[in-house]
Nanobody, 114 residues
Framework: EVHLVESGGGLVQAGGSVRLSCAASGFSFDDYSIGWFRQAPGKEREGVSCINNKDGSTFTVDSVKGRFTISSDNSKNTVYLQMDNLKPEDTAVYYC???????WGQGTQVTVSS
């Protein structure tokens, strides 16, 4: 059975940092593209960043560019989202998704207090 499991969320003060992890089980990330999305209360889910594990290319939306960094450790079958200089508007449930299988993780809550 295949799974994506996010971890690393929590409560952090504005200006702080959090690193989210997305671990895959049951399949290998090596040739896949993985994305991070977030959904704030009352808002639609939006894409944040993605990485192509085959060539290492990445994309990050302008609203978080320079503050969020996506990376991958294929030996651990894990994709990370390093989030720095967090703002209250970053508060959301963060999800990872594998674009090949359309598999979603269960999400992890990040709450940024002002």
């Amino acid at each position: 059975e295949v799974h994506l499991v996010e971890s690393g969320g929590g409560l952090v003060q504005a200006g702080g940092s959090v690193r989210l992890s997305c671990a895959a089980s049951g399949f290998s990330f090596d040739d896949y593209s993985i994305g991070w999305f977030r959904q704030a209360p009352g808002k639609e889910r939006e894409g944040v960043s993605c990485i192509n594990n085959k060539d290492g290319s990445t994309f990050t939306v302008d609203s978080v560019k320079g503050r969020f960094t996506i990376s991958s450790d294929n030996s651990k079958n894990t994709v990370y989202l390093q989030m720095d200089n967090l703002k209250p508007e970053d508060t959301a449930v963060y999800y990872c998704k594998d674009f090949t299988t359309n598999l979603w993780g269960q999400g992890t809550q990040v709450t940024v207090s002002s």
